[in-house]
C-alpha cells in the first residue's frame, strides 16, 4: 500500500484506504510551509442575553474572556478531537468574540509552519468558543443558537491562498 501523501484511491478520497478503511494521511513529504486558517462563527442571542453581555452582567462571569480561552484551548486540542486530524504545532491562535445586537460574532486565526494545513484547528476553534459562550449564558438564553461555522481563507502549502467567494 502506497503512503504517498499525494496518494488518491479508486474511490477518489485521500483518507481512505485502497480497502475503504479510514486513515490518516501521511504528509511527511510534503515541504514545510507558513499556513494560517481563518474561521468564523455566530451564536444568536436573545436581546435581554446581548444587553447582560455588554453590562458585563452575565450571572456566570465575564462570558466573552471564557469564550477566548476555551477557543484557544480548543485549536490545541483539535487532533484529539478530529479521528485523522494531524496533531501539529500550532504558532499562534487568535480568537476575537464581537458583540452584536443579534449575539456574538466569533473569529479564529491560526498559524503554523508544518506540512498539513490548519482549517480544521481554526473550526474547532470557533466552534469551542461558541459552545463556551453558550454554557456561559444558557441560564439567561436556554435558546441560543450557534450557526454560520465556516472556514473563510487558508494560506500556505500547495494550494496557495484560498478564500471564500
Known sequence: MSMDSEHTHAHG???VDEAGRARMVDVSGKDVSARTATATGFVRL???TVEALRAGDVPKGDAIAVARIAGIMAAKRTPDLVPLC???ALHGVQVDLRIEDAGVAIAAVVRTADRTGVE????????VAALALID???ALDPAAVVTDVRVEEKTGGKTGV???P
Not at 480544521?120 to 466552534?127: C, G, K, P
Open 86 to 88: 494531524h496533531p501539529i
Open 13 to 15: 478520497l485521500t483518507h
Open 162 to 164: 484560498w478564500r471564500r
Open 120 to 127: 480544521m484547528e481554526a473550526l474547532t476553534s470557533v466552534t
Open 136 to 138: 456561559m449564558v444558557k
Open 46 to 48: 436573545s436581546p435581554v
